[in-house]
């Protein structure tokens, strides 16, 4: 017998590096001294450019967002996705993202599809400004039904010892600017899935909803659902050089409430103003669609915030000026007060 008929076909896997290397080389960085294909990725870190490095490490996935894009058969902007996830839990702590690695596993590899993704890939990396090292394509029939994969990411930054953010400096008094999503990012598409009946009855009729306009989107569901992720790395970077920043909370998984508190000293909270930044429209129908409590949608949803920066009162301006400079839309939504590592939402 051969491997090929076990259902693994390791020819496709070399014509998807063929296709790829060009992809692959557009991230590069000078410290990369290595080509793909290789067993490892080499970095090196120039050490006359830092007095005392620390390297930062993250890694993270897609979700179920990856369901809603098998069925509008769109898989570009995953790749974006994936990095964006991993890239921005490298900020909070003021790291530059240097390098990402993926891993992509399927039932059956077709290249031209997995090229596909791993494009989006190599474009959060331009975006992100760091390099796609390497990666893992794996076949595994028999764990993942044809159609079915997984997709997962692991970025490594670096920061000067120093120049770490961990929250310790949070005064109460202090001020909470948040930069803008561009709508759900990848955080709680199960619930999303639900409440737009996608993950239950007739595959076709899902596809319908997706592919159907809707009102006050300005377009489909399915487009909406599959807007990139917002990857922040480019502004972060330039606030950390200009500005005192004494806390970075990247809104993903758990929401504002799940999320700020995770930078908090033990004697602050958060106090968000609700209303004082513009809800995106996905999100009031979303609400709407599911009958959602408020609470509910803060805790599972960025509600339109995907990341925030904590600054001093004398700081507001300047840094929302520097942002709008960069075409970034920011928003001053809140201030530290005294609590117990919380988030109150007024």
């Known amino acids: 017998m051969k491997y090929k008929e076990a259902g693994v076909d390791i020819e496709a896997g070399d014509r ?19 080509g793909i294909g290789g067993f490892g990725g080499l970095f090196h870190l120039d050490a006359k450019k ?9 890694t993270d996935g ?16 995953m790749g974006i996705d994936l990095v964006a996830m991993c890239v921005n839990d490298l900020l909070p ?22 090229e596909e993704v791993i494009r989006g890939i190599a474009k959060g990396c331009e975006i992100a400004g760091c390099a796609l090292l390497g990666g893992e394509t794996a076949e595994m029939p028999g ?30 008094g202090d001020r909470i600017i948040g930069l803008a ?13 639900r409440v737009f009946r996608l993950a239950e009855g007739e595959e076709d009729e899902a596809k319908r909803r997706l592919s159907d306009r809707v009102e ?44 700020i508190p ?14 004082s930044w513009p809800m995106l429209p996905i999100f009031s129908l979303l609400q709407k669609e599911g009958e959602i409590p408020v609470e509910e949608m803060f805790k599972v949803f960025n509600m339109g915030i995907g990341m925030v920066v904590i600054v001093p009162e004398n700081e507001i301006e300047g840094v929302k000026s520097e942002l709008n400079e960069m075409g970034e839309t920011s928003y001053l939504i809140g201030e530290v007060d005294r609590g117990n590592r919380e988030v109150e939402i007024r």
């Open 16 to 34: 998807l590096v063929a296709k790829i290397k060009s992809l692959v080389k557009g991230t590069l960085r000078p410290e990369v001294i290595s």
């Open 50 to 58: 830092y007095k005392d490095p620390v390297l930062v490490a993250g």
């Open 62 to 77: 897609v979700g179920t967002k990856l369901k809603v894009a098998t069925l509008c058969n769109k898989f570009d902007t």
């Open 93 to 114: 702590q003021g790291a530059e993202p240097l390098f990402f690695l993926d891993y992509l596993a399927v039932g059956r590899l077709k290249p031209d599809w997995a």
């Open 143 to 172: 764990v993942y039904p044809e159609g079915e994969y997984e997709l997962a990411g692991f970025a490594v930054g670096v920061v000067e010892r120093d120049r770490i953010i961990d929250g310790s400096k949070i005064k109460v």
């Open 181 to 193: 999503s561009n709508g759900l990012h990848s955080n709680g598409y199960s619930l999303v899935r």
């Open 216 to 259: 006050g989107l300005g377009r489909t569901l399915g487009e909406e659902l599959l807007e990139p992720t917002r990857i922040y790395v480019r502004p972060i970077l330039e606030l950390l050089q200009k500005f005192e920043i004494r806390g970075i909370a990247h809104i993903t998984g758990g929401g504002m409430v799940g999320n």
């Open 262 to 275: 995770r930078i908090l000293p033990e004697d602050c909270k958060a106090v968000i103003h609700k209303g």
